[in-house]
């Protein structure tokens, strides 16, 4: 499948460049973001971190603002940040456009409900056809990692959750921990999957952490909340994610970051320490 | 004089806040941002470094872009970040609105022409207003540094130049060095200045860095310019600016930077070494 280069900048001695390309899976063009390492330029083959992004963003932010280049470059790892729902005219969208629901909001689910089911499948997206589409066309290794930020923190720990083995470690900031109990989750599972409840669990990181009891099952987890964000108590609840955690004897670490919001301010000091744990976890350090 | 807090997150242990208040020198309501790193949390003065930004940006661009606050956290640096111009709606504007004039290219000089004189005062703005609010409202100490990009870097360079003495140190990335020889600067200093040329000379930091040549009168600068920055040969003219230093032997240090362009993917490069180069001046390594 071709893919289209729409731009490119150094950085770090390495490059960042955003690439177009038709989606098989999401039925419209799709963009994603590469951040490829100096250590990429010889040919060699550099491990890979996802990053998924959240609610209204594209695959611009973590590049702009997260500050993840500096020790990417250092280590030799590869960054891909894929947009956050199908995009196009004709994809359908929240009838208010709301900003959690539809166009920048695909959950990371695959939709099964109309007029949802034939472009929201970003599950499918993230987990086969874009690592497909970078393996082809990218010096990556086999080796990769996963993060993300709120909604796309639900997405790293849901995805790694029902990949086993796929991922070397996952990391979240303020993920959304029990979707299927607050509100951005229900409207948008609601939506996408419909009114039978029992159809959200398997999308659901608490719920899915709870049964991954088996030690191959457990992908090593790191997760940063800062304790002052504002969509702490209602939306994120990450309390059920360690209670899940716990029972399961899952090897995640919350930590409650002191003073901290949603924001990527937030992000950015705290990504070196996401990198670092992803780089313990691929044996480069 | 007032100032009243805009926003307020958390970063690498310190703050970055935003504030805005009337400016009685610029005739309008004005927004500036402002990181304070951890050691200002006590009480401790802390030296300040001032961004000047580019074209088309506001106080916001750098603070999210440039990935200065791990370091300027570790080494106990402040760093405020004015806007590019005046702001509101009774400010005059180019006709076209125009990125390179008017709003967002206010060139940090002082106009003398109708209808931008009561407004477009930039310079006295950023050399005696700001810094005066900051030092009243904030625990900085005396010592300070200057870095811009473009339009940003030849503010630097001249306030730093027009100056002597008052900054410890100057950086820049990617500065107009030669405004009097290039299209932007002849549009903003033809508009701003009048049509005289000799009135453009003092806004000038090539023409100023030739004339700088008692020890007293130099500030050690660096420069970084990526050799692949769209704009380097007709806007830009670094070797202007080397020409000039070398003429005053002026401790003027230009690096060009293989592959980089002209964005803030440039400047996260490379603001470590910016920050390094300023700690160096300020004493603090």
Redo the contacts between chains.
């Keep these: 499948m071709g893919i289209e280069n729409a731009s490119s900048?150094?950085?770090?001695?390495g490059w960042?460049k955003q690439y177009t390309h038709p989606s098989n899976v999401l039925g419209c063009d799709m963009r994603f973001a590469i951040f490829l390492p100096p250590q990429a330029g010889n040919g060699t083959k550099v491990p890979v971190m996802y990053w998924l992004s959240g609610l209204t963003c594209t695959d611009e932010n973590f590049m702009?603002?997260a500050?993840a280049?500096?020790l990417a470059a250092e280590l030799g790892i590869a960054i891909v940040a894929p947009d956050t729902s199908p995009r196009g005219d004709h994809v359908p969208d929240d009838e208010n456009e709301a900003y959690d629901f539809g166009k920048g909001a695909g959950f990371y689910v695959n939709a099964t409900q109309e007029p949802w089911a034939r472009n929201y499948r970003m599950y499918d997206y993230v987990t086969k056809e874009l690592p497909s589409l970078i393996k082809d066309h990218f010096p990556v290794s086999d080796d990769a990692v996963i993060s993300g930020h709120s909604m796309g923190g639900h997405g790293a720990l849901m995805i790694a959750l029902r990949n086993p083995g796929t991922f070397k470690s996952v990391t979240a900031f303020s993920p959304i921990c029990n979707p299927i109990n607050c509100p951005w989750g229900q409207k948008a599972l609601g939506n996408y999957l419909g009114d039978d409840k029992s159809m959200w669990k398997a999308w659901d990181s608490s719920e899915l952490m709870k049964s991954a009891t088996a030690p191959d099952a457990q992908t090593p987890a790191l997760v940063d909340q800062?304790d002052?964000d504002g969509f702490l108590a209602e939306q994120l609840k990450p309390e059920v994610l360690e209670a899940a955690a716990k029972s399961s004897s899952y090897p995640l670490t919350v930590r409650m970051q002191d003073?901290?919001?949603h924001?990527?301010?937030?992000i950015?000091?705290f990504i070196?320490d996401h990198i670092r744990f992803h780089a313990k976890h691929l044996g480069l350090s």
Tied chains: 1, 2.
């Excluded at 900048?9 to 001695?13: E, P, S």
């Excluded at 924001?263 to 937030?266: I, T």
């Design positions: 900048n150094k950085v770090y001695g960042q702009q603002k500050g280049f500096r800062g002052a003073g901290y919001d924001s990527y301010y937030f950015s000091s070196e």
